[in-house]
């Protein structure tokens, strides 16, 4: 059977969804009442409802009353990843479905001693009046891939495809209930209608087995989620409140929830982002695939939770790269800039041409070719992560102390490479200032490290290379005309990332060089408040939009160059276009505010507690960690280090 053509009208936009998940997974939940994102048993795992990336193949798991506006409220139960949607219908009465993947236990840290289930818990109530209820169940095996089969068991449905599994459970044989032969498949879909006060639980597991539950059993997992989520956030109060992000509390909770929603609870990685091949241009071929854990982006997520109270989370991440660095690298000590949230080094990356992509911008892809480049900056978040713990108190376990210097030393003898640059473009490699800034910051604080006694090493040499860093960045990646640092030697083109040179300490802030990057970024790259990451061939066809995180970095420059008023605009400009339950993408288009790339993006909401800590401490709030990278007090602990700015 042929399979329909698609519009792009068919599509929910990007925004208009919520997440949830178990630490283990994490499902997309439209405004609509479809699940149309989710991966099980594990994030990196093939989809089993994926339209999202092709509305006819990809397959969903629909909830929603018969009639009534297409879309309903969406909103999470406080300070929580269990999400709410609420439909209105036309007679009056209301459909609540409150989503969830169950999970129970302690989530400190890596979390050992939580308990889930590879499940999607979906209780359906009616307010109001009667509400007359339609359910969608079309699971799609391997994004799609596979041939799939359904039949009726004694307690509810099962799908499957070869070893895949999937049951369904919490529908009765009154429902009006029907299999649909799709052009990929099968399709379940039944009716049923719920008087003013009932409910009912239904329930998707993975595997055979079935999680059939009454509804006093699903209020429990509902309560026990709820606690377990509000209890990570709550545990961290006794290290920081968040009065200090006044008035954006709840923006920056959220964000903490998104990043420990993309954390695995049981090695402690942390997920770029739940999807794969969401698109930063419409139509274009910029699709990625997000769900590995890259070290920049995690070491970032770490340090963020880190700020925020979560001092376990920095610690296992940390540890983490430690362990898949030693026992699955290619080579010993090797650091690979990426890997899999199991540890894994291989990423094979390739498209799947069964599946049109979001408003059909293909290819789909899965994997990450960007596994095998060369990315300098590496190095300076995994040992900024490791020096921000020690200067706020934390030890390094005895793994830790031995693995940093392995770290530096290859640092120092990578620093004179070409690489592919935190953008992973793909037409390099280049010589980009960013990454030598990077190694740069990496020995600087290897060098701070030492001297604190926590690690030994090749002392002397960190500090020379330093020097020697600073010495060719200053000379070779300045371009006079531009007024700016370049994104890589000889190639006069504005970066984003430059912008940070000041506040990694490179130079001080108030540099003619720091100021002029600084403003060119500003005027050169930000459209209707949002930041490009650069105007330049990069390999890869087609643009993209702006940049949340880069947005956010502009908003850190500003406000540590005393353009506060500025800074402060900025950053209640991206506050704004958080969509209804304070989520963001990777991008967003300039043009008219929806999100592309990947989603939730860990980057973006990283950025968002980032400037929110950098606002608090230039506007004088009590900060919950010690004077930020790049203030006056820092830079003063470390004055008169060789290799430091002057």
């Keep these: 059977m042929t399979a329909p053509s698609s519009s792009p009208d068919d599509y929910l936009p990007i925004e208009d969804h919520g997440a949830i998940g178990n630490l283990r997974s994490v499902a997309l939940v439209g405004r609509d009442g479809a699940i149309d994102w989710c991966c099980l048993p594990r994030l990196q795992s093939a989809s089993v409802f994926a339209s999202l990336l092709d509305h006819h193949r990809g397959g969903r798991f629909a909830l929603r009353p018969t009639d009534g506006p297409r879309l309903g409220a969406q909103a999470y139960l406080e300070h929580t990843n269990v999400l709410v949607t609420t439909f209105d219908t036309d007679g009056g009465g209301q459909l609540e479905v409150t989503d969830l993947m169950p999970l129970r236990g302690s989530i400190v840290g890596r979390c050992g001693s939580s308990e889930t289930e590879p499940a999607v818990l979906r209780l359906a109530r009616a307010r109001g009046g009667s509400v007359e209820v339609a359910l969608e169940w079309t699971p799609r095996f391997d994004y799609g891939g596979s041939s799939t089969r359904l039949a009726a068991t004694d307690h509810g449905h099962l799908a499957w495809a070869g070893e895949d599994a999937l049951t369904l459970c919490g529908l009765t044989p009154d429902d009006h209930l029907e299999v649909l032969d799709l052009h990929n498949g099968p399709s379940l879909r039944a009716r049923f209608t719920l008087g003013d006060g009932e409910r009912r639980v239904i329930a998707s597991r993975w595997g055979t087995e079935e999680f059939g539950l009454d509804v006093d059993e699903a209020m429990a ?57 969401l698109p930063e241009e419409i139509g274009g071929v910029r699709n990625w695939d997000y769900r590995y854990a890259w070290i920049r982006d995690a070491a970032l997520s770490a340090q963020a939770l880190f700020a925020l109270g979560h001092r376990d989370e920095a610690s296992a991440f940390i540890e983490w790269v430690e362990q898949v660095a030693r026992t699955e690298g290619r080579r010993e000590w090797g650091l690979q800039l990426v890997y899999g949230l199991d540890g894994g080094t291989e990423m094979p990356e390739s498209d799947l041409p069964g599946l049109e992509g979001y408003r059909r911008s293909a290819p789909v ?65 280049r010589q980009f200032v960013y990454s030598k800034a990077m190694v740069w910051m990496a020995l600087d604080r290897a060098v701070r490290l030492a001297e604190r006694g926590v690690i030994d090493g090749a002392v002397d040499r960190w500090r020379a290379t330093c020097v020697a860093i600073r010495e060719e960045v200053l000379e070779r990646g300045f371009d006079d005309e531009l007024g700016s640092f370049v994104q890589s030697y000889d190639r006069p083109v504005l970066d984003a990332s430059n ?11 108030d540099d003619p060089r720091s100021q002029r990057t600084v403003k060119s970024t500003y005027e050169g790259l930000t459209d209707a408040d949002l930041v490009w990451r650069y105007h330049a061939d990069d390999g890869v066809a087609g643009g993209e939009g702006g ?17 506060v008023d500025e800074a402060r605009r900025l ?34 909401h990283i950025g968002l507690i980032n400037s929110a800590l950098y606002l608090a401490y230039v506007e004088g709030r009590p900060s919950p960690v010690g004077a930020p990278i790049g203030s006056d007090e820092h830079r003063a602990e470390r004055a008169g280090e060789p290799g430091a700015a002057p």
């Design 221 to 277: 997992w509902v309560d026990s989620t709820v606690t377990t989520w509000r209890s990570w956030v709550h545990a961290a109060d006794a290290a920081t409140s968040r009065d200090w992000a006044a008035p954006y509390q709840e923006l920056v909770i959220r964000s903490e929830l998104v990043l420990k929603l993309l954390t695995v609870a049981d090695t402690g990685a942390i997920a770029a982002a739940a999807t794969t091949s």
């Design 499 to 509: 912008a940070l040179l000041p506040m990694m300490e490179f130079l001080p802030f």
């Design 571 to 604: 950053f209640e400009s991206m506050a704004a276009r958080a969509n209804h339950v304070g989520l963001y993408s990777e991008q967003i288009d300039p043009r008219d505010g929806s999100f592309l790339g990947n989603f939730p993006q860990a980057f973006t």
């Design 547 to 563: 940049f949340g995180l880069c947005t956010f970095w502009l908003v850190d420059a500003l406000a540590m160059s005393e353009q």
């Design 365 to 429: 892809r899965i994997g990450n070719g960007a596994v095998d480049q060369l990315q300098l900056d590496i190095y300076g978040e995994l040992i900024s992560a490791a020096y921000e713990l020690v200067r706020n108190g934390e030890a390094l376990s005895d793994e830790t102390r031995a693995f940093l210097p392995e770290v530096a030393d290859e640092a120092c003898r990578n620093w004179h490479e070409a690489d592919y640059g935190l953008w992973e473009v793909r037409n390099g490699p």
